[in-house]
């Protein structure tokens, strides 16, 4: 299995930046596809982006769409999310998550096809 360890949460103003990574050890990081996604108050979670095994392909929710990004580095194990431009509606919990898969070029969608979490960590954004 791996291992999953968010960072990179905090409070930022409204259209400020911050950048969130997920550390991953155990099992072949490469074998995984990437996620992030985020549970606000009261809600569910949500997916945000997610990222194939091989990296080439990318999936963003409407809601971030031109404001964050995935990135991997298979070679030091690490995920990012690079959120610029927040809103205070990004207000949540953000979660990596990893699926283990043999399709080098498919993203994941459903929270359900995860097998494992980060922690969390929390993203306020103050208007």
């Known amino acids: 299995q791996v291992q999953l360890v968010n960072s990179g949460g905090g409070l930022v103003q409204a259209g400020g930046s911050l950048r969130l990574s997920c550390a991953a050890s155990?099992?072949?990081?490469?074998?995984?596809?990437l996620a992030w996604f985020r549970q606000a108050p009261g809600k569910g979670r949500k997916l945000v982006s997610a990222?194939?095994?091989?990296?080439?392909?990318?999936y963003y929710a409407d809601s971030v769409k031109g404001r964050f990004t995935i990135s991997r580095d298979n070679a030091k194990n690490t995920v990012a999310l690079q959120m610029n431009s927040l809103k205070p509606e990004d207000t949540a919990v953000y979660y990596c998550?990893?699926?283990?898969?043999?399709?080098?070029?498919?993203?994941?969608?459903?929270?359900?096809?995860?097998?494992?979490w980060g922690q969390g960590t929390q993203v306020t954004v103050s208007s």
């Open positions: 998550a990893a699926t283990s898969t043999t399709y080098s070029s498919l993203t994941y969608y459903q929270a359900y096809e995860y097998r494992y």
């Open positions: 155990g099992r072949t990081f490469s074998n995984y596809a």
């Open positions: 990222i194939s095994r091989s990296g080439a392909n990318t």
